[in-house]
């Protein structure tokens, strides 16, 4: 990923719109930020040619708290606007960012075609578990027992989503697990998200303190993970399926290459075309 | 940051002023979060707090003067959110809050600087860093001190003090 | 400003003088080949035409119709009835009932040793039996379709030269025997069908040559998106929209742009949001479902003022209704179906040709107002193939993305009078901006109080509102105390209906609205001045456009629906009996 121009001089909190957050005191979201402000700031990126598209949720109120190009799109719709994004301006830095019920219910198929796609982005979940912009209802990701929610009396009975499992198996690039409890960490994954070429895959642990206030132990629950990145699916399926949600760190690096058409003109003048039609 | 012992000058002082200056800035974003929450007490001490902790800034900042410090990237610090304390965690911060939780929290930041500085001050190899390692600490101490003094003039929270009688918003 | 919505050489009275030719065949018999090349071969030899296609529901093999209208003037519609009737094989043809009408003066051609359908057999014409397939088999490489084509050219007087033209073209990659037995079929057919006693004089005389184009409403389409700007395109295919999307995917690549097939509908009309955000022209082609899939996100763009174009090639609904067949029956959805108060632009091309320029335009308008444009085509129009001439090269400025450089205090959505505002792209520094959905102040911040609410709607409303659509929103031709107010694929059979009343001596207006959104009541008011009668025609069953005009307008005297459903397109006749039973009654 190449960035024309560079601004060495930017500190973090440079990349910060002024705009104050709407998010809880204690939300993970907060730290989520700083750890993006960092990783731009140690990239020397100019803001003007980083663009954040997010779509629906707390955490995808994101992009108006930053002083870069940003879309807050509707929800579940935040890896296609970033495709689009991508494919038709390769020279931006992109990244999409939203929560797991964004990205893993309502714009699942999304995500399992933006893995496939590999268009160079990085794209950031924020995972709490649960849906806290409308109250505390069960997400893809949440344990089937939490019980919690009013919709789902009892827990959902449902067996969680695996979304790194699922990265894997659709093909993104890149695929790491950070946690806002580590925000200098997160900064750390986040530049090497952004660094590797094709699609880059952050599960970003976020806890909610309102309608999840027992992640506060996720603190003491992560972990960095024991291995180095792995080039060989074949050893990065065995490490995700296996994995406990708390291993921290980059687990998988591929090597395919990024979707990307050339947009090169083969033609001088558009009435070239005509001539398909002419008699 | 665990003690290092081969910390120089130059980085010493550079650890400490980004540590300082995100202190403040961690500040301001709590001042502004309570802002946000109407909670205009706890606005007003994380500002007061933010302000000391800036002056603090200033002064190793002069003290950095003629150095060329090194750029140490956000993940070669030791400390985070996770196991340090030096800068307040995001998660500290409860939009209930009272005074009291506010100095306290600032006080648990004090605290763990002014260990942090002791332990740099015991494991360095030159004397200046020594020096300034010691001095770092005792900055922090008496600063703790004084916000514990300054703890005592609030009541101590009420058992329920977190109780919110209304359900969240539901939103978009 | 030319308009092209009909070729200009169409100003005589009266009805076109045309020729009406159904070929029919089994698939694999290359019915619809032999139609292609005849209606090119016309266009050589000077003629105007058009070609429909219709078949069963097979994928592969089933039965097989090519449809062509031949004439000296440019058509638009079919008439119904056919002069003649070629069938290679009759296998299942009697679906064809109806969609072919013939009369005692039609001509019905079959192989030698066929059975008629009853159902054809009765409708009446004079059977004439070739022995195509046994003429084909004399042929090394012969084909019975060949044969076919060969006879009908010589029956219609279209010279075999300009068949021997297209056929050197279309076959040039399968090399000069595959030519070779192609044309010994075809002067193997015409000299047969030269043997055939008393046929009439279809008196098709081919007009000047100018530059003549062979083009269907959805390569037009592509064409007016590429010279309207588009350069990114993200689609999901769906029929019979798909044929934009095939002609755009190569073409957008010669001109540096860019197709993305998504995986769905929900990621075409997102990643155009996000194209044009980067300050790419992005338009998609769809059909209803489609549509119906992409109205959240296109609020969004609403909301957001992202400029994005959708285009419709409507067919039968609801759900997946009858795929192959034309409707026009998406239009409320079209006009109505986003959520909240959403001002956006409705336009409908009006013929083949003008889905080129009504494409160009709805992409001018986009981006010049920074918004949503929905072009409502239809199957007819985008499947037909038609001979016209060369379209007027018509250049807009648009004036959408104002900011290449920095300003000082940018704000994305300021609302001033004429409520655009300016707008910046990414990597202009110093203008960052978030595009929200979310209702926001003029700089993009968030906000649910009432005052910004307002401001903003007043300012998405007004900017639509207060653009000079100049001319193009209507077509209006004629006078006369009755008119007809219709819109899209209806207009061809409406006006060609007007024209067989005209060659009676009997006025009728017409006024085919190309501009449904936004409504234009003080132009059609003014377009209705003297009128008495109003017929309201559209291929629909809910009468959509109908209860639209009601909605919207003040319309003068009396005023009568006429809402036929698909998939029997409207005719001529129809509209001609209509008007002529209204006047009667
Ligand atoms: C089409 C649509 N359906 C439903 C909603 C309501 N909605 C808004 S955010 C949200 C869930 C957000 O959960 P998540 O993505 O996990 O974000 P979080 O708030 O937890 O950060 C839902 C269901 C909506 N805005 N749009
Ligand atoms: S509800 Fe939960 S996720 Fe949303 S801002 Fe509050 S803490 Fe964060
Ligand atoms: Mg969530």
């Not at chain 3, 000077?46 to 003037?73: D, K, N, V």
Request: proline share 6%; aromatic share 6%; hydrophobic share 40%.
């Amino acid at each position: 990923m190449d960035t024309v121009t560079q601004c060495p001089s930017l500190k973090p909190k440079d990349y910060k719109s002024g705009t104050k957050p709407v998010w809880c005191p204690g939300c993970g979201d907060y730290s989520v930020l700083l750890a993006i402000t960092k990783a731009m700031a140690e990239m020397s990126l100019s803001p003007e040619n980083v663009a954040l598209v997010s779509g629906i949720g707390c955490s995808s109120r994101l992009p108006a708290y930053l002083n870069v190009y940003g879309f807050h799109a509707v929800h579940g719709r935040a890896l296609p606007v970033a495709t689009g994004l991508k494919v038709s301006r390769p020279d931006l830095t992109v990244l999409a960012a939203g929560g797991d019920g964004d990205g893993f219910s309502i714009g699942g198929n999304h995500f399992m075609h933006a893995c496939r796609r590999n268009v160079d982005m990085t794209y950031i979940v924020m995972d709490n578990q649960v849906y806290g912009m409308t109250k505390g209802q069960a997400s893809p990701t949440t344990d089937p027992d939490w019980d919690k929610s009013k919709l789902t009396p009892g827990g959902t009975k449902i067996n969680p989503y695996y979304p790194l499992v699922i990265a894997l198996a659709s093909g993104a690039n890149f695929i790491a697990r950070a946690s806002s409890t580590d925000p200098n960490g997160a900064a750390k994954v986040l530049v090497d998200a952004m660094r590797h070429p094709g699609f880059s895959f952050v599960h970003m642990l976020s806890p909610c303190v309102t309608f999840r206030p027992e992640q506060k132990d996720w603190k003491k629950m992560v972990r960095s993970a024991p291995v180095e990145p792995t080039t060989d699916p074949a050893i990065a399926a065995k490490r995700l399926m296996t994995d406990d949600n708390f291993f921290l760190g980059t687990l998988y690096k591929g090597d395919r290459p990024a979707y990307q058409p050339e947009l090169k003109a083969t033609v001088d003048n558009i009435s070239e075309l005509d001539k398909g039609f002419i008699l | 940051m665990n003690a290092s012992n081969s910390l120089s000058k130059a980085d010493l002082l550079a650890r400490t002023l980004t540590m300082l200056s995100e202190t403040v800035e961690r500040y301001d974003l709590f001042a502004d979060q309570m802002d946000v929450v109407n909670n205009p007490e706890a606005a007003t001490l994380f500002r007061w707090l933010s302000e000391k902790q800036g002056s603090r800034t200033q002064v190793v900042k002069k003290l950095s003067e003629g150095l060329t410090l090194p750029h140490i990237s956000p993940w070669d610090y030791d400390w985070d959110d996770a196991i340090n304390t030096e800068v307040p965690g995001h998660s500290s911060a409860h939009y209930m809050m009272t005074p009291y939780h506010t100095l306290s929290l600032a006080i648990d930041v004090e605290q763990s600087a002014a260990r942090l500085f002791s332990e740099i001050e015991q494991t360095a190899q030159t004397d200046e860093t020594k020096k300034l390692a010691h001095g770092f600490a005792r900055e922090a101490s008496e600063f703790r001190d004084y916000l514990e003094h300054k703890r005592s003039e609030h009541p101590l929270p009420e058992k329920d003090w977190d109780e919110d009688y209304d359900p969240p918003q539901l939103l978009e | 400003m030319n308009d092209i919505a009909f070729s200009s050489s169409s100003n005589s009275k009266g009805a076109p003088q045309s020729l009406s030719i159904a070929l029919l065949g089994s698939g694999g018999s290359g019915v619809m080949t032999a139609g292609g090349q005849l209606l090119d071969a016309a266009g050589q030899a000077g003629w105007y035409g058009m070609m429909t296609r219709s078949s069963g529901p097979q994928i592969r093999g089933g039965e097989a119709a090519a449809l062509l209208r031949l004439s000296p003037q440019p058509v638009e519609t079919h008439k119904g009835r056919f002069d003649i009737l070629l069938a290679i094989d009759w296998l299942n043809a009697d679906r064809f009932v109806g969609e072919i009408i013939l009369d005692q003066k039609s001509i019905v051609i079959g192989d030698s040793g066929g059975t008629v359908p009853e159902a054809i057999s009765k409708m009446g014409g004079r059977y004439v039996e070739l022995p195509l397939t046994q003429l084909a088999k004399s042929i090394n490489g012969g084909r019975p379709n060949m044969v076919a084509l060969g006879a009908l050219a010589q029956l219609i007087g279209l010279p075999l030269r300009a068949l021997e033209t297209v056929l050197s073209k279309s076959l040039a990659k399968k090399g000069q025997d595959a030519i070779d037995a192609s044309i010994a079929g075809i002067n193997a057919g015409a000299e047969q069908a030269s043997a055939i006693p008393d046929i009439p004089d279809f008196a098709v005389t081919p007009t000047e040559n100018q530059e003549r184009w062979s083009i269907t409403g959805n390569e037009a389409a592509g064409l007016g998106a590429i010279r309207g700007g588009i350069r990114f395109v993200a689609a999901y295919p769906i029929t019979p929209g798909t044929e934009i999307l095939e002609w755009l995917a190569p073409n957008l690549k010669k001109v540096g742009g860019v197709l993305v097939q998504a995986e769905d509908e929900l990621a075409s009309i997102n990643q155009l949001i996000g194209g044009s955000f980067g300050g790419t022209p992005s338009l998609t082609a769809t059909s209803g479902p489609g549509l119906a899939l992409m109205t959240e996100s296109i609020g969004l763009a609403v909301a957001s003022e992202t400029p994005v174009v959708v285009v419709d090639v409507m067919r039968g609904g609801p759900s997946t209704g009858i795929p192959t067949k034309s409707e026009q029956s998406d239009l409320n959805i079209a006009l109505y179906g986003l959520h909240g108060d959403a001002p956006h632009i409705v336009v409908a091309p009006m013929s083949i040709g003008d889905c080129l320029f009504t494409t160009q335009w709805a992409t001018h308008l986009a981006e010049t107002l920074q918004t949503a444009a929905i072009v409502l085509s239809d199957q007819s129009l985008g499947q037909t193939r038609a001979l016209i001439d060369k379209p007027a090269d018509i250049a807009f400025v648009s004036g959408g993305r104002t900011l290449t450089s920095k300003s000082e205090n940018f704000q994305r959505y300021v609302v001033n009078d004429c409520g655009v505002s300016p707008m910046s792209i990414p990597g202009t520094p110093g203008c960052q901006y978030t595009a929200d959905g979310l209702e926001h102040t003029p700089t993009g911040t968030p906000s649910s109080r009432a005052e910004d609410h307002i401001q903003q709607l007043n300012k998405r409303k007004r900017k639509l509102d207060q653009f000079d659509y100049g001319d193009h929103w209507a077509k209006i031709l004629g006078e006369g105390e009755t008119a007809v107010l219709t819109w899209g694929s209806s207009t061809g059979p409406v006006r060609e209906a007007i024209a067989m009343l005209e060659a009676e001596g009997k006025h009728v207006r017409l006024i085919s609205m190309r501009l449904l959104l936004p409504i234009q009541p003080e132009r059609l008011a003014a377009a209705l001045q003297g009128v008495e009668k109003i017929l309201v025609v559209e291929q629909c069953h809910g009468a959509q456009f109908y209860h639209y005009l009601r909605a919207h307008y003040d319309l003068p005297g009396t005023l009568r629906s006429m809402a036929v459903p698909g998939p029997l397109m409207i005719r001529p006749d129809d509209v001609y009996s209509e008007l002529t039973a209204w006047e009667n009654a």
